[in-house]
């Protein structure tokens, strides 16, 4: 039976075996998402203080813009950093399927 799945490309074979290659914060995936974070986190506040900001019995213009503010760059920071983990995690997994081949 031969396996189908290629080596992963982050890993470079040695004599010992399989030795992951350190990418770091900087990582081109990673960086990538950020960036579209960041550009998710800039629309996403255009959207609030043109659409939603109201002047309220309780809340003035100014007080409604800023809480909308600290909404979108609350969440967009939460989605942010679970996506980060995860990504992170993927990058050196630390199992790998094992093929067992059945006679």
């Known amino acids: 039976l031969k396996c189908s799945l290629s080596f992963p490309w982050h890993l470079q074979e040695t004599g010992a075996g399989a030795m992951a290659v350190a990418q770091g914060f900087m990582a ?6 950020t960036l ?11 959207v609030s203080t043109m659409c939603f900001v109201k002047e309220r019995k309780n809340i003035s213009r100014d007080e409604s813009r800023r809480l909308g503010l600290v909404v979108v760059w609350t969440s967009v ?3 942010w950093l679970m996506w980060a983990c995860i990504y992170m995690h993927q990058m050196v997994p630390l199992a790998y399927p094992q093929h067992v081949v059945r006679a």
């Open 36 to 46: 579209a974070f960041l550009m998710l986190g800039c629309v996403a506040s255009m």
């Open 28 to 33: 081109p995936g990673l960086v990538r998402g």
């Open 77 to 79: 920071f939460c989605m």
